[in-house]
């Protein structure tokens, strides 16, 4: 979350307006979740690259937004290929899947 942001401007990042970061849970159910990832070897970040029309997370995500723990453990740090295996590995069940959403609009004062 914080760390991340911060992260980016230690290493130069600069941003030309403010950006609102949304952390938000959904469940799912065993099976699928409807999702295709990506990632940004740069940024170390896996994100919602794709999302299945009538799949469980259909609505409830956003493209972009970053997958950041799976049952409560912290995944930020893991490829998309270990995150792929995690969501798999877990698909017997119900999980827990935690996003970060980026909102750079309606920040800052409108005038």
């Known amino acids: 979350e914080a760390y991340r942001l911060n992260a980016l401007k230690a290493c130069g990042v600069t941003f030309d307006q403010p950006t609102l970061v949304s952390k938000y849970t959904v469940c799912v159910k065993s099976g699928k979740i409807g999702v295709s990832l990506g990632y940004d070897a740069i940024d170390r970040d896996t994100y919602v690259n794709k999302i299945m029309e009538g799949g469980q997370l259909f609505g409830r995500v956003s493209v972009g937004d970053s997958l950041v723990a ?3 453990k912290d995944v930020s740090l893991l490829t998309r290929e ?7 590995k877990n ?3 119900d999980r827990k899947l935690t996003f970060l959403r980026k909102d750079e609009k309606n920040v800052g004062c409108n005038f």
């Open 91 to 93: 698909s017997g069940r």
């Open 70 to 72: 799976l049952n409560g």
């Open 82 to 88: 270990e995150i792929k295996a995690l969501i798999v």
